[in-house]
């Protein structure tokens, strides 16, 4: 089974100062896009149940390991987590895929 997750991250903590970040779902995996700010950082990534996590195509600064500046995406353990390290306040939007 697919579930469709639409995060405004206008809603979340994401719209926050860097360092500021969102979970995905514990132990789900599927695929998501995110863009964010105003120079468009973008990103098509996989995530697997364990947290880990795979860029398909995004911009230079979105990475998958904690990087000052970066936007990142980055296994959390039993999750996914998406990081704003751009170092502003940034809003995003993020189409979340996975199994439910």
Do not use: C
């Amino acid at each position: 089974t697919r579930a469709e997750k639409t995060i405004s991250l206008t809603d979340s903590n994401m719209a926050e100062a860097a360092g500021s970040y969102i979970d995905l779902e514990t132990s789900k995996s599927g695929f998501g896009k995110i863009i964010i700010g105003d120079a468009q950082e973008y990103a098509t990534f996989v995530f697997k149940a364990d947290g880990t996590v795979i860029l398909i195509q995004n911009s230079d600064n979105v990475v998958t390991t904690s990087t000052d500046g970066k936007l990142v995406i980055r296994d959390a353990g039993t999750n996914a987590r998406i990081v704003n390290e751009l170092g502003s306040t940034l809003i995003a939007t993020i189409i979340i895929n996975y199994n439910a």
